[in-house]
């Protein structure tokens, strides 16, 4: 897996734009056929050497130096509809009033609530996820939106499932703006390419395996 900066000075580096174009549109290429390699549910982590996470994050990155390069030499970016859509949704992560996250199967059940103020974001955990947990936290507004617009959410597809699985998880993701608009993502036993990722920054999985014997 090559790094940002490497592959800046491999590929990008004293290129002309028409250069430069091309590595986009093949960048462009190789983190569709990663996103949708990684979200196989059959496939899983196999085909990739490293993390998947991470070699498709440095894709990204990849690609977003080389269009400000493209730009920088000369060239005029437009983006396609299709992109265009994707930044416009992360761009307006920044309205959000709410998030709320529900998972549920045979293990137990989880709600995580996400209020937006002003300066800060009020988390809400509760559920009987292999044990009984209840939390409430408080992290910074500008850093969670950050982190939210790292997870790339406009590129999620809307529902994940896979067949054939039973006594599985289903769960569900809900967005609230402040202008009363809504975005919904859900699946069942299937999951976007970092979905652990955003279980990360909710806090969950966080906490010490539970012990029965400590309900004794």
Known sequence: MISPELYYQ??????????IRKEINLLKDRIRSLITLAEDPYMEDVSFSDKKETVIH???ECLKSAIKSFVKAG?????????KAVIDFDE??????????????????????????????????EGLLMGPEEKTFTVSKDEF??????????????????EFVFDGEEWKLKLTFS?????????????PWNFEELKALLGIGEEEEYDESDQD
């Open 179 to 191: 202008n009363g608009k809504t975005k919904k993502y859900s699946g069942y036993n299937h999951y």
């Open 10 to 19: 491999a590929f990008i580096e004293g290129r002309p734009a028409k250069q």
């Open 92 to 125: 307006s992560l920044s309205e959000l009033s709410e998030l709320v996250y529900k998972s549920f199967g045979y293990l137990g059940w989880e709600n995580v609530t996400c209020t937006f103020s002003e300066k800060e974001v009020s988390i809400a955990r």
């Open 145 to 162: 939106i950050s982190a939210l617009k790292d997870l790339h959410l406009g590129m999620w597809k809307r529902c994940y499932e896979r």
């Open 58 to 60: 440095n894709n990204i």
């Open 75 to 83: 060239g005029t970016y437009i983006p396609s509809k299709e992109v």
